[in-house]
């Protein structure tokens, strides 16, 4: 079994992501889908035996100049994921599509493989949407859940 923390656009929000991290220390892999990836950076958590991805956001100076890639691709317990911050950037198929930039939380299917935003974590609340984040356990099946960033669950999903 697997869990993995996923946030995005932390937007130098380093006591909402450290909450979050704080939370979430039992989670096998951490990803952040940009705006401020380096937030990571400035955190204090333990990093030992976590693997993890990140990808600039929009905003990101590499982003725009094209020295680091917008999109990254990679296998865990067998099932691929390709993340990016934008969801414009996402254009293959896997089994798990990651991305960020609207500030909005989704769990969706489509074509492409499951579509999943943890939504944001800028300030407890940014453009009429609270903080969220996600977690995505993978065992026989995959889950998907959002949570608040008071650690309250809003939504789960089993595919």
Not at 57 to 67: D, Q, S, T
Not at 95 to 101: E, T
């Amino acid at each position: 079994m697997k869990e993995i923390l996923v946030v995005s656009d932390t937007h130098r929000n380093y006591d909402l992501l450290q909450h979050v991290l704080d939370s979430n220390i039992f989670a096998d892999v951490i990803i952040h889908l940009g705006d401020n990836y380096d937030d990571l950076d400035s955190c204090v958590y333990n990093r030992r035996g976590r693997k993890v991805y990140r990808v600039p956001g929009i905003f990101h100076p590499e982003y725009k100049n094209g020295k680091l890639p917008h999109v990254l691709e990679f296998e865990i317990e067998g099932k691929k994921f390709i993340i990016a911050h934008s969801p414009d950037d996402l254009n293959n198929s896997a089994d798990v599509l990651l991305f960020g930039h609207t500030h909005n939380w989704e769990c969706s299917n489509s074509p492409f493989g499951i579509r999943f935003n943890p939504g944001h974590l800028r300030a407890r609340k940014d453009k009429r949407r609270i903080a969220t984040y996600g977690i995505i356990t993978i065992k026989e099946e995959i889950t998907f859940k959002i949570f608040s960033y008071e650690n309250e669950p809003i939504l789960e999903a089993k595919i």
